[in-house]
């Protein structure tokens, strides 16, 4: 499908507020911005197979579209929500454990790179990846 491939992380579009807005301390937030994370996707229907590797841990997830989940981001924040395709992309609605505030996460293919957008209490922020 569209998705499937390995995406390595090129550049980020306002990813530090982001995770000052999430919460993150300055030193995981610094770190963060240089993970070297490679995110490989495949996708057979509805259902997908998710490897995160970067500098900090791997994570293999799989999920279903429109099925809750839990998930830990790298800083240990635990999240519960689902993915759905809304047309082209990829929209993830998760809720954080700890306070219940949401967080979401598209996925678009933009031209030949892998838009991951952000969108947490009002700040934005995107990781643009390229296949590698």
Not at 5 to 21: A, C, I, L, S
Not at 23 to 33: C, D, F, H, T
Not at 34 to 51: A, P, S
Request: glycine share 10%; net charge neutral; aromatic share 12%.
């Amino acid at each position: 499908m569209t998705f499937n491939g390995t995406w390595k992380v090129d550049r980020n579009d306002n990813y530090e507020k982001f995770m000052e807005q999430m919460g993150i301390n300055l030193v995981k937030r610094k770190l963060a911005s240089h993970d070297n994370l490679k995110i490989t996707l495949e996708q057979t229907g509805d259902k997908f197979q998710v490897k995160e590797a970067s500098t900090f841990r791997t994570l293999e997830i799989s999920f279903t579209l429109g099925v809750p989940y839990d998930y830990s981001l790298a800083d240990g924040t635990e999240l519960t929500g689902f993915w759905v395709m809304e047309g082209d992309t990829l929209k993830g609605t998760f809720t954080r454990k700890d306070n219940g505030k949401v967080l979401t996460t598209t996925r678009n293919i933009v031209g030949d790179e892998l838009v991951q957008s952000y969108s947490y209490e009002g700040v934005e922020a995107k990781r643009i990846f390229k296949r590698g």
